[in-house]
């Protein structure tokens, strides 16, 4: 079978088209040919090398999330999966490739009104922006600003906290154009890069998600109201200065809150029922899957490099 993988770690080029044995599926494991595959952040990362520390090599075929149709199941599976349309999280790797292997509780049947595309651009980016909102303990009433909105994860939290009430949803982007976009999909009052400007935008945050990190996130520490919480859920930008802290402790009266969150932290079945309930509401039309761009999998290194330019509006998936 056809299979992306890093052979250099670097730029987008060091991505090559490779041939590889089709996979068998193990004891609880569900093989599936994939319709649509994800490109994510983290993606961009283990190409680039930042996370070969963590044991990722040269070679290794990136991807974690695919939509398509279950062909074969391991032992121990209900064979009944077999033919059946589902997404997929194939964990740290895989997804690059026509077909490929996820444990069969990491996988979620699809409804009929919802296209494998669709699936693989609110799947993961969904599920996060959710308990990333649940994280900072987001209220009905609270203002909220999304740091970096124009990705995926960062679509789907102006939407999930239009839809949750939020008294203000505030965005940074990089146009006017991009923000016309997101106001489209609930934002409120658009702000640039540095969180600043946006005619009449709220002078300070409840709740603030924070998609990008990077040496500028201790400014935002500033723009949180009392009792006001920032939680991370990516990194895009690179880690954060290591003094970041003190933002918080110069305004340690103001008792401001700063988290992490990964969804390595949310059990299962928590996961799979906001996935199954995202996709559900997705196929009413509730929720909106915004993709930048449909590309053969040949040409994960042009996917790669559209990320790399930040002109990314949504998901990129590829299509073997």
Not at 154 to 160: A, F, K, P, R, S
Not at 164 to 189: I, M, N, P
Not at 237 to 255: T, W, Y
């Given at each position: 079978m056809k299979a992306v993988a890093i052979q250099t770690f670097g730029g987008p080029e060091g991505l090559a088209v490779i041939d590889l044995p089709?996979?068998?599926?193990?004891?609880g494991q569900v093989l599936i040919a994939a319709e649509a595959i994800g490109v994510g952040g983290v993606d961009v990362m283990l190409r680039s090398g930042a996370l070969a520390a963590y044991g990722f090599?040269?070679?290794?075929?990136?991807?974690?999330?695919?939509?398509?149709?279950?062909?074969?199941?391991?032992?121990?599976?209900?064979?009944?999966?077999?033919?059946?349309?589902?997404?997929?999280?194939?964990?740290?790797?895989?997804?690059?490739?026509e077909q490929a292997i996820a444990p069969v509780e990491e996988i979620v049947p699809l409804p009929a009104e919802l296209s494998a595309v669709e699936a693989v651009t609110l799947g993961t980016s969904g599920m996060v922006a959710h308990f990333g909102l649940s994280h900072?303990?987001?209220?009905?009433?609270?203002?909220?600003?999304?740091?970096?909105?124009?990705?995926?994860?960062?679509?789907?939290?102006?939407?999930?906290?239009?839809?949750?009430?939020?008294?203000?949803?505030?965005?940074?982007?990089?146009?006017?154009?991009?923000?016309?976009?997101?106001?489209?999909?609930?934002?409120?009052?658009?702000?640039?890069?540095?969180?600043?400007?946006?005619?009449?935008?709220?002078?300070?945050?409840?709740?603030?998600?924070?998609?990008?990190?990077?040496?500028?996130?201790?400014?935002?520490?500033?723009?949180?109201?009392?009792?006001?919480?920032?939680?991370?859920?990516?990194?895009?930008?690179?880690?954060?200065?290591?003094?970041?802290?003190?933002?918080?402790?110069?305004?340690?009266?103001?008792?401001?809150?700063?988290?992490?969150?990964?969804?390595?932290t949310v059990s299962e079945p928590d996961r799979r029922a906001v996935k199954t309930e995202q996709f559900a509401a997705a196929s009413r039309g509730e929720l909106q899957t915004v993709v930048h761009d449909v590309l053969p999998l040949e040409q994960a290194v042009l996917a790669h490099q559209k990320m790399d330019t930040g002109e990314v509006f949504g998901r990129i998936v590829l299509t073997p």
């Open positions: 089709a996979p068998i599926p193990a004891d090599k040269e070679g290794h075929v990136p991807g974690n999330e695919v939509a398509g149709t279950v062909t074969a199941v391991g032992n121990g599976v209900d064979t009944s999966w077999i033919g059946r349309r589902v997404w997929a999280y194939t964990g740290v790797g895989g997804g690059y490739a900072a303990h987001f209220a009905a009433g609270e203002s909220v600003l999304v740091r970096g909105a124009a990705g995926s994860i960062g679509i789907m939290t102006v939407q999930l906290a239009a839809r949750g009430g939020a008294g203000a949803v505030a965005v940074t982007t990089s146009s006017t154009e991009r923000g016309d976009r997101l106001r489209k999909l609930g934002a409120t009052h658009v702000l640039g890069r540095s969180g600043e400007g946006g005619e009449d935008a709220p002078a300070g945050y409840d709740v603030i998600i924070d998609i990008v990190a990077g040496p500028d996130m201790p400014s935002f520490l500033d723009k949180l109201n009392p009792n006001g919480r920032m939680v991370a859920v990516g990194v895009v930008g690179g880690p954060p200065p290591a003094d970041f802290g003190m933002n918080m402790m110069v305004a340690f009266q103001k008792s401001m809150s700063f988290a992490t969150f990964s969804a390595d």
